[in-house]
């Protein structure tokens, strides 16, 4: 079945550093690709869809410039977030919509840990 | 805009007794709803999805949910719970546009008891 890889699994970095997150559809090509946050006990938000060869369309409140999403191709997004703070921590997840409508498979998430 | 309301934060049962995870959504277009599970630190798996076909949904793992229209619910359940059935739940939404955009409740906390 469809798998999307998301590397790396965990990543402390210091505060200031930027840290690229990788998502990764694989045996399927995604147009589209969705990066999501999510809050320790709290739900999944939405950040950003991903375009395939065009500007990331980010959601209200989310900043662009800190949060800087690529989609270079049919199956890597990357999302980067620069000069990352403590607040910044979190666990990100990407999805990207598989063949079957309205089904999406997720990576595994990424832990990010900001000291 | 859609919404999705997940009642209880933390459900706990005890091993082989029913699992009940209830939703309820807002939205202003038919919706598509899902239940999704999410593993520590692992990403989500889809349980179930409700696409405008059968209002009783079958899904993975022996879980299904029931779409009622009228009261604006999806909820989740199991006839015998499993401790493997330990784990996060979500609800989602999105609409039957195609955006594929997911609208996600803020997720139960299923345990299970021996």
């Known amino acids: 079945g469809a798998v999307v890889s998301q590397h790396p699994s965990r990543v402390i970095c210091k505060s200031g550093t930027s840290v690229k997150i990788e998502c990764r559809s694989l045996d399927f090509q995604a147009t589209t690709m969705f990066w999501y946050r999510q809050f320790p006990k709290k739900s999944l938000m939405l950040m950003a869809t991903s375009n395939e060869g065009s500007k990331a369309t980010y959601e209200q409140g989310v900043e662009k410039d800190k949060f800087l999403i690529n989609h270079a191709s049919l199956t890597l997004s990357t999302l980067t977030v620069t000069s990352a703070h403590p607040e910044d921590s979190s666990f990100y997840i990407c999805?990207?919509?598989?063949?079957?409508?309205?089904?999406?498979?997720f990576g595994a998430g990424t832990r990010l840990s900001v000291l | 805009a859609q919404s999705v309301t997940q009642l209880g934060s933390h459900v706990s049962v005890s091993e082989g007794a029913l699992v009940l995870l209830r939703c309820n959504y807002s939205s202003s277009v038919p919706p598509y709803l899902f239940w999704y599970v999410q593993y520590p630190n692992q990403g989500l798996q889809l349980l179930l999805k409700?696409?405008?076909?059968?209002?009783l949904v079958k899904g993975i793992n022996g879980f299904e949910a029931e779409f009622k229209k009228s009261e604006t619910s999806f909820h989740l359940t199991k006839p015998s719970a499993h401790m493997s059935d330990a784990a996060e739940y979500f609800c989602?939404?999105?609409?039957?546009?195609?955006?594929?955009?997911?609208?996600f409740g803020k997720g139960t906390k299923l345990t299970v008891n021996p």
């Open positions: 989602a939404v999105s609409d039957q546009g195609g955006s594929e955009k997911l609208v």
């Open positions: 409700y696409t405008s076909a059968a209002t």
């Open positions: 999805s990207a919509p598989g063949l079957a409508k309205n089904i999406q498979y």
